[in-house]
């Protein structure tokens, strides 16, 4: 079974500070993609970044990053430069290749920038 | 602005009542699926498509049903709506398997 876990309901983080969001996931799949989408409050769902389980170096996106530890099947999200605008729930989530790209979430981590 | 499209934003209705929320997208998109949202925001799968005429439901039971008839066009249906079904539904379509999920605003639904 393919499982996504997001073990940190809330976090909270200073204004031009950096903060990092935990996830760690679950699949038997060699081929699969992990993705950070941000939601923020009553607004759309909007991806930040993702990564192909087959590349070694780890994403990034502007004041966006991640950690992709295969072995350990974790993959963090690092925000830099925390800017207000990034208060908003965060998803981590895993899509394998071969069960048709459906998009498994985890629970959520929701995150408040601070002035 | 959104290629995908979620019609109503906000619906309050009675039990009992039949609804169906309508999604469309204009991206030319085969893959489309709806996503359940608890209050606590977990995302739970519901229905998926990978094109038309082809529905398959997701790793959640629902009691609503789907149809895709045209590519653009996936809505969801609730014959007889319950307190229980109170949520919000999200809608998304990607192009291809590793391609990331666009994502319409959501229908937040009340069932009274």
């Known amino acids: 079974a393919q499982t996504v876990t997001q073990s940190q309901p809330e976090m909270s983080v200073q204004e031009a500070e950096t903060v990092t969001l935990s996830c760690t996931y679950d699949?038997?799949?060699?081929?699969?993609?992990l993705f950070w989408y941000k939601q923020p409050p009553s607004r759309q769902m909007i991806l930040v970044i993702r990564?192909?389980?087959?590349?070694?170096q780890n994403a990034t996106e502007n004041r966006f990053s991640v950690n992709f530890q295969k072995a350990a099947k974790s993959f963090s999200l690092k925000i830099s430069d925390s800017q207000l605008g990034d208060t908003a729930m965060y998803f981590c989530?895993?899509?394998?290749?071969?069960?048709?790209?459906?998009?498994?979430f985890g629970q959520g981590t929701e995150l408040s920038v601070k002035p | 602005e959104a290629d995908i499209y979620q019609t109503p934003r906000y619906l309050v209705i009675g039990t009992g009542k039949k609804i169906t929320l309508e999604c469309s997208q204009t991206?030319?998109?085969?893959?489309m699926y709806w996503y359940q949202q608890d209050p606590g925001m977990e995302l739970h799968l519901i229905h998926y498509?990978?094109?038309?005429?082809?529905?398959e439901k997701g790793d959640l039971s629902s009691e609503s049903t789907v149809s895709r008839i045209r590519t653009e066009h996936f809505p969801l249906t609730l014959e007889s709506a319950r307190p229980s079904h109170t949520s919000q539904y999200l809608c998304?379509?990607?192009?291809?398997?590793?391609?990331?999920?666009?994502f319409g605003n959501g229908t937040r639904l009340t069932v009274t």
């Open positions: 989530a895993s899509r394998n290749r071969n069960q048709g790209g459906k998009l498994i």
């Open positions: 699949t038997s799949e060699s081929n699969y993609y």
């Open positions: 990564q192909e389980a087959y590349k070694q």
């Open positions: 991206m030319g998109h085969d893959k």
């Open positions: 498509s990978y094109g038309v005429n082809s529905t």
């Open positions: 998304a379509s990607s192009v291809q398997d590793n391609s990331p999920l666009h």
